[in-house]
């Protein structure tokens, strides 16, 4: 890949890399040039996209990581910064669905623990790894149009992903002065193995009609978002939220 979106030669960390979007942005920034730190608490799970990876022509090794122990965060970015990192996609997250009146603390806790304090750590801790030794960087959160917009069933989630994006606006406003920029990707309803069923449902296309372009998206719908984030192309971008979601934000009441 040529020109201001190439990131050949950068060291990029993935949280959340075992499944779903997470693998998908591994692959898609290893392709782009990137050495792909995939990180999961489950390493073993890891090991196959690294291989794919590999296979490919890429660049990644994997890395165990779990966002709500702040060892296991320091331990990671250690490793990932040592030679000097450049990207983070703060990817891992958790959903609990099930209505307001039967979600338990410990449901609130897990989701924001995971989903808000999770990404703060990792956040935190690779921009200081940057600062210390000088080194440019970019941030992508990802969120999610829940975060802007609510639906049932599911508020701690959109909770914390609300946080997400107001954390984004004021990481990039410290760390603006060292060169580091933070984004937010907020994907709207995104068609991956874990929601085909639904998605394919009656439920699914009630909620497909009230998407303007009348599609969910797929996953490559977002590499362009992402890799504008990550690049060159976007090295006056900071703060601000990106969202890939056919519409669905801008739907009518």
Known sequence: MNGVFDISGKR??????SSGLGEH??????RAGAHVLVAARRVER?????????????????????????????????????PGLDIVVNNAGVSVARPVLEQTEEDWDVVLETNLKGSWRVASESARWMVKQGRPGSIVN?????GERVAGGVVPYA????GVLHMTRALALEFARYDIRVNALAPGYV??????DFLA????????SRIPQRRFADPQDLDGALLLLVS??????????????GGHLISSL
């Open 232 to 245: 060159q192309a976007g090295r006056a971008i900071t703060g601000t939220t990106l969202a890939v979601d």
């Open 25 to 30: 942005f591994a692959q898609t920034l290893a």
């Open 46 to 82: 890891l090991q196959s996209l690294v291989e794919r990876i590999r296979e490919n022509g890429g660049s990644a090794q994997a890395l165990a990581l779990d966002v709500c122990c702040a060892d296991s965060v320091a331990r990671a970015v250690q490793i990932a910064s040592e």
């Open 142 to 146: 990802i969120a999610s149009i829940l």
């Open 191 to 196: 068609s991956t193995e874990l929601n085909a």
């Open 201 to 208: 449902s009656e439920s699914g296309k009630r909620l497909m």
């Open 12 to 17: 990029a960390l993935v949280t959340g890399a």
């Open 159 to 162: 909770v914390s992903k609300a």
